[in-house]
């Protein structure tokens, strides 16, 4: 699956590029090289904020990854969707009015020094994009959920609608003429229509989505004859009302938040290092520098979704089965291809920017150099990410991600007064990833992969019945019983429940439907 995923990827990568540099072409000609920068800032600054999701739709890949079709991993995983869509939609309202409010009082354009022709437009684009995104949160489950089906395929297919989209739309306002901060707006409202089609595979679709987990084969019920004569049908047994009781305590919004917590803070940390470099160029760079980042970016995030997408056909492996034979070759694997990418962009990228924009803008030496280092590392961190995936190892990327976020931000600053420019963000992150992610991060999944795992160290299968809900601490996102057969003698406490942990013989295998 991680080799047809990546194939995928590949095949479709030639039309997303395609796409993502005529679309950034159109968007120079349309409002020139300064204005460039603010408007993919604008567009793009959804990317910065995946974790606004309370790192809770991990909790939803890694329960479907693990759901076995029985009763009680369908009503968890119902119950999980259920209630992480409502906190979503109420962080999404609340998110919304915030943007309004940002835009009514001008501060975006305060924020990120805006040239004051702009300054009026961007602060109400501004407003609105951030508005689509907070609003789609809850749709935004429906990916998790493809992850966890393994139909990370599907979502690279899927890919195609924001990029061939963005482009239609930015043509198409091109050529009406409307203010060019509005060229903005393209992604945002073609993202809206990929999480529409997201959601009727998840949720509709009888065999991609969670209607696709094959039910296993019915138990005979065994009643006594007055239970069968009674005219109020046989008494629900008491293992059944402490299983339901169970899940209702299990998949509560209050267990929900507070497993999200380590992946909130894993997801928000990287992100944010990821999008650092557009927002302190913003604010402390010129629109020039702004603008020669966005273009080598722009390169930069199809690449970089090649070794992403295919790598999160792992997770719902390392969530059955953590192979220590899978990890090597999954480390080997994109940290070899990670290096030949980065080697082909800083080769390729700027005579393709300057073939995209006319020769008007063609990043600095500098600025490929440390976008192609910091391709190459973060594709080597690419398996310990989606290896782990328990709370545990959320814990252990939060960590990670925030000293990462600590060391590039000042990182950033000091290469911009020191003159790198554009530069300054692709080096510090670069020199970041394998400092505070990769090194440690190989050290600790080898540690880990060498400890065999014992009854006291993960949660008993009998006595934790919300592995129903996949991984309650996971990625933002990513247990008790994954066969959905074994009930819980009594309900979880807060200090022993753990919704993102499950014994590696009690899982069960991924089914597939194809």
Do not use: K
Not at 69 to 93: K, P
Not at 123 to 137: A, C, N, T
Not at 448 to 469: K, N, V
């Amino acid at each position: 699956m991680f080799v047809r995923t990546a194939g995928l990827r590949v095949a479709v990568l030639p039309i997303s590029a395609l796409c993502a540099l005529t679309t950034a072409g159109l968007t120079v000609h349309y409002a020139g090289v300064l204005a460039f920068g603010f408007i993919t800032l604008v567009a793009q600054l959804q990317l910065a904020l995946p974790f606004a999701d309370l790192g809770m739709g991990a909790a939803v890949a890694r329960a479907t990854a693990r759901a076995d079709g029985s009763t009680q991993a369908r009503q968890g995983l119902r119950a999980l969707i259920r209630r992480t869509a409502l906190v979503l939609l109420a962080v999404g309202l609340l998110g919304a009015a915030a943007a309004a409010l940002s835009g009514i009082y001008g501060f975006w354009s305060s924020v990120f020094d805006v040239p004051e022709t702009l300054a009026p437009e961007v602060d109400l684009v501004m407003s609105l994009v951030l508005g689509v995104f907070f609003l789609s949160l809850p749709l935004g489950l429906a990916e998790r959920v493809l992850v966890g089906r393994d139909r990370s395929d599907v979502l690279v297919l899927l890919g195609l609608l924001p990029s061939v989209g963005n482009l239609l739309a930015v043509f198409t306002l091109g050529q009406l003429g409307v203010p060019v901060a509005w060229l903005a707006l393209g992604l945002p409202l073609s993202t809206l229509s990929f999480l529409g089609v997201c959601g009727y595979l998840a949720f509709l679709h009888p065999r991609i989505g969670i209607r696709g987990i094959p039910a296993p084969a019915p138990q005979p019920e065994d009643h006594t004859a007055a239970e069968l004569l009674d005219p109020a049908g046989p008494a629900e047994p008491l293992e059944s009302r402490r299983r339901r009781r169970a899940l209702a305590e299990s998949t509560s919004i209050r267990v929900i938040l507070f497993g999200g917590l380590p992946v909130l803070l894993a997801t928000a940390g990287m992100v944010l290092s990821e999008q650092h470099g557009r927002l302190l160029l913003a604010a402390a760079a010129s629109p020039l520098e702004l603008s020669q980042y966005a273009i080598a970016l722009q390169l930069y995030m199809p690449i970089y979704s090649v070794f992403y997408m295919a790598a999160t056909v792992l997770w719902p492996r390392f969530a059955v089965d953590p192979s220590p034979e899978l990890w090597r070759r999954a480390n080997l694997m994109l940290t070899g291809l990670g290096v030949g990418a980065a080697v082909g962009y800083i080769v390729f990228a700027r005579p393709v920017a300057g073939l995209v924009t006319g020769g008007s803008l063609v990043p600095s030496w500098g600025v490929v150099l440390g976008l192609g280092a910091a391709l190459a590392a973060q594709a080597a961190h690419l398996t310990q990410v989606n290896l782990f995936t328990d709370r545990s190892g959320f814990w252990r990327q939060a960590a990670m991600s925030l000293c990462l976020l600590a060391f590039v931000v000042p990182g950033t600053l000091l290469g911009i007064r020191l003159g790198l420019g554009a530069a300054a963000p692709g080096l510090s992150m670069a020199v970041g990833v394998v400092i505070a992610q990769v090194i440690p991060g190989l050290l600790m999944a080898s540690r880990m992969l060498r400890e065999p795992e014992t009854p006291s160290s993960s949660p008993s299968p009998s006595g934790h019945c919300a592995a129903l809900s996949g991984h309650g601490a996971a990625d933002s996102g990513h247990g008790a019983d994954p066969s959905g057969h074994g009930a819980a003698a009594s309900a979880p406490d807060s200090d022993s429940f753990d919704l993102t942990s499950a014994p590696v013989s009690a899982q069960q295998p991924v089914t597939l439907e194809r």
